[in-house]
Nanobody, 126 residues
Framework: VQLQASGGGLVQAGGSLRLSCAASGRANNIYGMGWFRQPPGKERAFVAAIWRGSDIAYYADSVKGRFTISRDNAENMVFLQMNNLKPEDTAVYYC????????????????????WGQGTLVTVSS
């Protein structure tokens, strides 16, 4: 499975961006897709995820109410709508995918995703 993220850029605080991630290869019936981000000088951290079964969206506390994750299963894509952006949202954003259900897998855990995109940079100016 290959993941291609796009949509990053420079935006002023309070602005919006929409990230996209296209999956190809053995991309049918991907079980879970997520977004993680890595701010400058910091570790990569969970942002949002949407997994099959429940199709419930999960968010980090820092983005709840501002970010919305969605997926188009027919097109094998996942999106991250980011509103009311803040300077602390500046980071490289990575999309990720998990192909199958596994007992004990967690949507917020990096190691539970086998496939990763190349990252797209989001810069929010104050």
């Amino acid at each position: 499975v290959q993941l291609q993220a796009s949509g990053g850029g420079l935006v002023q605080a309070g602005g919006s961006l929409r990230l996209s991630c296209a999956a190809s290869g053995r991309a049918n019936n991907i079980y879970g897709m997520g977004w993680f981000r890595q701010p400058p000088g910091k570790e990569r951290a969970f942002v949002a995820a949407i997994w099959r079964g429940s199709d419930i969206a999960y968010y980090a506390d820092s983005v709840k109410g501002r970010f919305t994750i969605s997926r188009d299963n027919a097109e094998n894509m996942v999106f991250l709508q980011m509103n009311n952006l803040k300077p602390e949202d500046t980071a490289v954003y990575y999309c990720s995918a998990r192909l199958t259900y596994k007992t004990g897998a967690r949507y917020y855990r990096e190691n539970d995703y086998a496939y990763w995109g190349q990252g797209t940079l989001v810069t929010v100016s104050s």
